[in-house]
């Protein structure tokens, strides 16, 4: 008996679950083992971005080997319907002011505008007790971009 493939989900359809979600999952490999990790993110039509802390693990694989998958997915409480993407490319750190505060403003941004819990900002290196804008005036965060996307795949269940 052969197995069922999953369809392929064209590049229109991936672009609108990434547009649709908000969360994702950063694969590094700098490590013994992959590490993951759950990761807000901002897409601005071409670019996926990434607010990471300034500490932790991710940090030290980051420095080592910036190579990554990244993968978003959406699905239904039951499973009765899924779709997600995965790409693998690289994370490069924002270096340019102005394209950083644009990023915080986009992270301030989707963060209001999808009535997100404040408690999000702790993810984001911050008390949950601060303004909003703390994101957007204070660089308690990188800013990353994931970059030289060499492979995708994006999946559904009919």
């Known amino acids: 008996m052969k197995p069922v493939k999953i369809p392929r989900v064209p590049k229109k359809e991936y672009d609108d679950l990434i547009r649709r979600q908000y969360v994702s999952r950063i694969a590094f490999g700098a490590c013994d083992h992959p ?3 759950p990761f807000l993110y901002v897409f601005d039509e071409k670019h996926l ?15 080592t ?3 990554v998958s990244v993968e978003i997915e959406e699905y239904a409480p039951d499973l009765s319907s899924f779709e997600f993407v995965s790409l693998q490319g690289v994370l490069r750190e924002v270096e340019d002011p102005a394209e950083r505060l644009r990023v915080r403003e986009k ?12 408690r999000v900002l702790t993810a984001l290196g911050h008390d949950a007790g601060d303004p909003l804008e703390a994101i957007v005036r204070e660089e308690r965060t990188l800013v990353w971009r994931l970059s030289d996307v060499r492979d995708i795949v994006a999946l559904r269940n009919g």
């Open 65 to 67: 080997d910036p190579r």
């Open 49 to 63: 971005f990434f607010l990471p802390t300034r500490y932790g693990r991710k940090i030290e694989y980051f420095r």
């Open 107 to 118: 992270f301030a941004a989707m963060i209001s505008g999808r009535n997100l819990s404040p």
């Open 35 to 37: 590490y993951v990790a």
